[in-house]
């Protein structure tokens, strides 16, 4: 047998030149496996330092699974490290090389570059929401599909959808008032209430009651998939298995919906919900765009909605909850408004109202801008972006731009960690000058669709709860450290005891 195998080391004058000798049999073998290994590692290193070039970022990467761990267990210091080390930063998990934007200049600029780049959200997200759900399209296609959903929240609409937040707010906020004198964690009902509320805005009473509880149980295990990188297959077990599974049972339930809204509409009935009104938008006469859609496609989007905003809201509903009841001269001045323009707390809320509260509007914009409940958002590269004068990411990496330093510049928002909703007051103040940098619903052809949606909601809720109690948030030490899943929450839920209005 051949011991020798052709390499490029010369050994002794007994073999041929330029070959070295290698053990036989299984040992061959082993020797082969490791020679393959170890090449494989040191292309690996030299790939991601070839990417990476001169970013700051680890100098070398944790072979195969790179930064996974981090990934499982994000903390806000570790971002924060991350983003602090530079404008741009590299990383890599599972081999995925991953530029981080800190910057306002570099976050905007992917977010507005849909030629070189498009999101990718997380790395879930198909798995869970379909991947032909309409908002992984891109280019013409997606301004279109947009275009068209657009007519879904025009102040028409968003006019029926408040009377409908306004009820399902009231029907919770009966079991809210602590019945044993105790704080409790807000955490959990603030969720179930968000789901119920965009539920029904959504469908209506074309879905029971007992499909929003399912739902809301369930939807935990999608919120738990929402990583950045997840373990790669969808194994029984694994967390996107589980998110798969709960998305099985919602999906089930808003395809039935859209049929039961065809149904409904097809037969003159009133406008109940957005899937009602998306029915008579398209089939008014003067509609120029797309005149069918199927229950499927109807429940996909539905399920955007969903997927977009069931964390994000209840965690800015939960951090507004916080931040009044941590600053109660500025509850004092929401709850002095509340009773001038509304008077009776029993008066339904209405956009008109709405329109003469400015200082609640800027309660929460500033609880949003304080605690931004998307931290970033995952955009992948479809060809090489020469981002700066010295750097360009690499075809098919991430690129992520982050949203936290530009909302704490405190060039623009002067001592930036304060909650101070009157730097929103002033017209001509750097907050309101400066409009760039309130990245919390993104920028460019993807920014949120549900801006006026949902700050309407979370305004609303805190409406309700300011005029009908009082507060008092019971302060953990956990109160203040920050707990992130998929969007940020207090790390104890926010312990709150709501007692019937004393005065
Ligand atoms: C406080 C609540 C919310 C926050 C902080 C938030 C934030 C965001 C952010 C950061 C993005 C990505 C923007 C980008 O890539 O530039 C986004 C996209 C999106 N949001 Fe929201 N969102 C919220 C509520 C909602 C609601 C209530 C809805 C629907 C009713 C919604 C629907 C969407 C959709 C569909 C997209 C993707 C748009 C597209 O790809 O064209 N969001 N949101």
Redesign the pocket.
């Known amino acids: 047998m051949d011991r020798y195998a052709s390499a490029s080391i010369p050994t002794s004058t007994s073999a041929p030149p330029y070959s070295i000798p290698l053990p036989s049999g299984s040992g061959s073998w082993l020797f082969t496996t490791f020679a393959v290994l170890f090449t494989l590692l040191a292309l690996e290193q030299s790939v991601y330092r070839y990417k990476k070039r001169h970013l700051p970022g680890a100098a070398w990467t944790i072979p195969v699974i790179g930064k996974f761990a981090d990934s499982l267990k994000p903390t806000m210091e570790g971002y924060m490290r991350q983003w602090n080390a530079g404008d741009l930063s590299a990383v890599s998990v599972f081999n995925i090389f991953i530029v981080m934007a800190s910057s306002n200049e570099f976050s905007r600029k992917i ?1 507005n570059s849909p030629t070189y780049a498009e ?1 990718c959200l997380v790395h879930a997200a198909k798995q869970i929401i379909f991947p032909d759900n ?2 992984f ?1 891109t280019g013409k296609e ?1 301004v279109s599909y ?1 275009k068209a ?1 657009n007519a879904l ?1 025009t102040r028409k609409a968003l006019g029926l959808y408040f009377d409908i937040q306004d009820k399902i707010t009231r029907k919770h906020f009966r079991d809210w008032v602590s019945p044993d004198d105790k704080a409790h964690p807000i955490m959990m009902i603030a969720r179930h209430l968000n789901m119920d509320t ?1 539920l029904r ?2 469908c209506g009473d074309h879905i029971p009651e007992i499909a929003t509880t399912e739902i809301s149980d369930k939807y935990w295990d999608i919120t738990r998939a929402l990583e950045l990188v997840n373990f790669p297959l969808a194994l029984p077990g694994t967390k996107i298995w589980r998110a798969i599974k709960a998305r099985k049972v919602a999906f089930k339930w808003l395809v039935e919906a859209a049929a039961k809204s065809k149904v409904h509409m097809a037969n003159g009935g009133e406008l109940t919900c957005m899937l009602d009104g998306w029915l008579q938008t398209i089939q008014d006469p003067e509609w120029k765009g797309r005149k069918e859609f199927s229950d499927r496609e109807m429940a996909m989007v539905v399920f ?6 069931q964390d ?2 209840s ?3 939960i951090y507004a909850f916080q931040h009044l009841a941590d600053h109660p001269e500025i509850f004092a001045k929401v709850r002095e408004e509340q009773d001038r323009v509304r008077g009776d707390s029993n008066n339904p809320m209405t956009l008109e109202l709405l329109d003469n509260m400015p200082y609640l509007s800027a309660v929460v914009k500033e609880s ?1 801008r304080v605690k ?3 931290l970033m ?1 995952p ?1 992948k590269t479809i060809r090489a972006f020469p981002i700066s004068e010295d750097y360009t990411v690499p075809a098919n990496s991430m690129v992520i ?1 982050s ?1 936290y330093n530009s909302l704490q510049d405190p060039q623009v928002y002067t001592n930036p960690e304060e909650f101070n909703p009157a730097r929103w007051l002033d017209p001509n103040g750097t907050a309101q000058s400066n409009p760039r940098n309130y ?13 006026e ?3 309407m ?2 305004a609303l809720v805190i409406a309700h709860a300011v005029s009908m109690w009082d507060w008092e948030h019971v302060k953990t030490p956990q109160s203040e450290e920050i707990e992130i899943i998929a ?1 940020i929450f207090p790390k104890d839920g926010c312990h709150m005891k709501f007692t019937p209005r004393a005065s």
């Open positions: 977010l999101p309409w908002v399209l997606h947009r959903l929240f965009s805005v959504f955007s909605f969903l997927f977009a905003s994000a809201m965690s800015g509903l949003l931004p409940p998307v958002v955009y731009p949203f990245l919390v619903f993104g920028s460019g052809p993807h920014r949120c669709i549900g801006i949606y949902a700050m909601n979370i969007t």
